[in-house]
Nanobody, 122 residues
């Protein structure tokens, strides 16, 4: 019943921007911290960003800290990832996930979306 659906991925040139969205249903959205993770082919699923239940705290991987912004709209049951100054190394399948704990670790995230592909060309 719980469903997380990512959208907004696509092909973009290096230096460009994309905004990813993740629409949640089947859970009480405001009770969950939300995170974004990404996985490139042959690589581990890596933390990207997290946001606390009310949006008061955010955390970013060092590789994206000055370029990406996570936000949420609890009235819309949606979390966003604004990605600016994109680099080819940002190319990956991006997942949103929900956790009862505000954390950078993958384990506590109970629910995951199917992912949206981001491809950055040089």
């Amino acid at each position: 019943q719980v469903q997380l659906v990512e959208s907004g991925g696509g092909l973009v040139q290096a230096g460009g921007s994309l905004r990813l969205s993740c629409a949640a249903s089947g859970l009480t959205f405001s009770r969950y911290s939300m995170g974004w993770f990404r996985q490139a082919p042959g690589k581990e699923c890596a933390f990207v960003a997290a946001i606390s239940e009310s949006g008061g705290r955010t955390s970013y991987a060092d590789s994206v800290k000055d370029r990406f912004t996570i936000s949420r709209d609890n009235a819309k049951n949606t979390v966003y990832l604004q990605m600016n100054s994109l680099k080819p190394e940002d190319t990956a399948l991006y997942y949103c996930a929900a956790s009862l704990y505000y954390t950078r670790l993958r384990g506590p995230y109970n629910y995951w979306g199917q992912g949206t592909q981001v491809t950055v060309s040089s």
